[in-house]
């Protein structure tokens, strides 16, 4: 139901937006959270926004980099990554719980709904 898209290949210190998108699913009235992943790694929480956008958090590795958005006319949920860094290199997914109004939050048990992943490869 939800899919990930905009991943690719950037050099490191660069930037890149990723999308969350939702056809059949109203997306709007429900928290959306980032995640990503690496091999051998557990899947990690990126960032997460409420269905009104005004609650947001982020993983510290990530403050002051990373600014989630949403636009719910579209639908739709942005990730925007700036200074990116080799460590960034991940399938990123975008997930949402079952339930409508649920505060966010980065934990990956707080979602059912998951999306195929976009892969981001930082490197130079």
């Known amino acids: 139901q939800l899919q990930a898209s905009g991943g690719g290949l950037v050099q490191p210190g660069g930037s890149l937006t990723l999308s969350c998108s939702a056809p059949?699913?109203?997306?709007?009235?429900?928290?959306v959270g980032w995640f990503r992943q690496t091999p051998g790694k557990e899947r990690e929480g990126v960032a997460s926004?409420?269905?009104?956008?005004?609650?947001?958090y982020y993983a510290d590795s990530v403050k002051g980099r990373f600014t989630v958005s949403r636009d719910n006319t579209r639908n739709m949920v942005f990730l925007q990554m700036r200074s990116l860094e080799p460590e960034d290199t991940a399938v990123y997914y975008c997930?949402?719980?079952?339930?409508?109004?649920?505060?966010?939050?980065?934990?990956?048990?707080?979602?059912?709904?998951w999306g195929q992943g976009t892969l981001v490869t930082v490197s130079s």
């Open positions: 997930a949402a719980p079952a339930v409508m109004g649920v505060v966010p939050g980065l934990w990956t048990n707080q979602y059912d709904y």
């Open positions: 059949g699913f109203e997306l709007e009235y429900y928290s």
């Open positions: 926004i409420s269905s009104s956008g005004m609650g947001i």
